[in-house]
């Protein structure tokens, strides 16, 4: 079993910092969702983890051994990262026999992993011709090959229609069942709450949390008070991000329940109700990403200052 470790990762285009300072792990047995708003660097983090873009500092290996380092990386790791990476002329079947043929593996899975992946009655057409769902179920076929013992899968959901969708889940879910370590990166929030048992989310080239799905959406908080407005920014001057629910009540996050009381106490709140609260990750995803902290592990706010000093070695 591996786990995938990176290590302080930080990348560079020019001057655009694209990565920075970038830790986490992702653990087998596992389905881990790697969440991210457009451009936050979830595609160039995966591609550093797979050396397909070169690492300005840090480290990113399988347990402790970088991807070219593996004795054989087509066993250990499968891989979708584009798509439309087929030539357009040649039939499903034959691409993926090519891919056969070079990894050393057995043709008799060509046949087996269309079947598995809901193509066998497409095998014969070319490729040019498939749909997108049809080539993300192709790249699946090819990253299975190997039946390797890890996944690492860049918007793997993409063009997949309601069934496709339910597939994906199911064959994910089972592979993490078998021991197997899922790395998944996807903006469909909705499914990757059903799929993810942990999440990590990054959000303009840095870590916002990391943790188990089900504890970070306990991490929040339903306020009922007659003073919202004056305890909204008391508690936004503290950390939190704060905002309105359907009811009026405030749904507060980045502060523990108790915090919260005592605030309200120390400046003369009255509080109606005070209820943990488990929010959607689409709530959740919204939060992380439309402010300016950092939160770790179980979603508490940590300033940028003190960031940079937790990252540093001592």
């Known amino acids: 079993?591996?786990?995938?470790?990176?290590?302080?990762?930080?990348?560079?285009?020019?001057?655009?910092?694209?990565?920075?300072?970038?830790?986490?792990?992702?653990?087998?047995g596992r389905v881990t969702g790697f969440l991210g708003p457009n451009g936050s660097g979830k595609?160039?983090?995966?591609?550093m983890l797979l050396d397909l873009a070169s690492i300005d500092h840090g480290h990113a290996t399988f347990s402790g051994t970088r991807y070219r380092d593996l004795a054989d990386p087509t066993r250990t790791v499968g891989v979708v990262l584009e798509p439309n990476a087929f030539h357009?002329?040649?039939?499903?079947?034959?691409h993926l026999r090519?891919?056969?043929?070079?990894?050393?593996?057995?043709?008799?899975?060509?046949?087996?992993?269309?079947?598995?992946?809901?193509?066998?009655?497409?095998?014969?057409?070319?490729?040019g011709a498939y749909s997108l769902g049809m080539r993300q179920r192709l790249s699946m076929a090819a990253a299975l090959l190997g039946d390797p013992p890890v996944l690492v899968l860049d918007e793997p959901g993409n063009g997949l229609d309601p069934q496709g969708i339910r597939w994906l889940r199911d064959?994910?879910?089972?592979?993490?069942?078998?021991?197997?370590?899922?790395?998944?990166?996807?903006?469909?929030?909705?499914?990757?709450?059903?799929?993810?048992?942990?999440?990590?989310?990054?959000?303009?080239?840095?870590?916002?949390?990391?943790?188990?799905?089900?504890?970070?959406?306990?991490?929040?908080?339903?306020?009922?008070t007659p003073e919202a407005g004056r305890l909204s920014q008391l508690l936004k001057d503290a950390g939190a991000t704060v905002r309105t629910g359907s009811e009026g009540d405030l749904v507060v996050r980045g502060v523990e329940i108790a915090e919260i009381g005592d605030r309200a106490s120390e400046a003369g709140i009255a509080l109606h109700a005070l209820i943990p609260q488990a929010g959607s990750l689409e709530e959740l995803f919204l939060d992380w990403t439309s402010n300016d902290h950092t939160y770790i592990g179980?979603?508490?706010?940590?300033?940028?200052?003190?960031?940079?000093?937790?990252?540093?070695?001592?």
């Open 1 to 28: 079993m591996y786990s995938l470790e990176l290590e302080h990762l930080t990348k560079r285009y020019g001057h655009e910092v694209v990565v920075e300072d970038l830790s986490f792990t992702v653990r087998p």
């Open 298 to 314: 179980g979603a508490q706010p940590v300033d940028a200052a003190e960031t940079e000093r937790q990252a540093v070695p001592q």
């Open 171 to 224: 064959l994910l879910r089972a592979r993490a069942a078998h021991g197997d370590t899922v790395f998944v990166s996807s903006h469909l929030l909705a499914e990757v709450e059903h799929l993810a048992d942990e999440v990590v989310v990054i959000n303009r080239g840095r870590l916002v949390t990391r943790g188990a799905l089900s504890e970070l959406q306990q991490a929040g908080t339903s306020v009922r």
């Open 43 to 47: 595609s160039t983090t995966m591609k």
């Open 98 to 127: 090519i891919l056969a043929d070079g990894g050393g593996f057995d043709v008799a899975r060509v046949d087996e992993l269309l079947d598995v992946v809901g193509l066998a009655h497409a095998g014969e057409r070319r490729v």
């Open 88 to 94: 357009p002329g040649r039939s499903g079947r034959n």
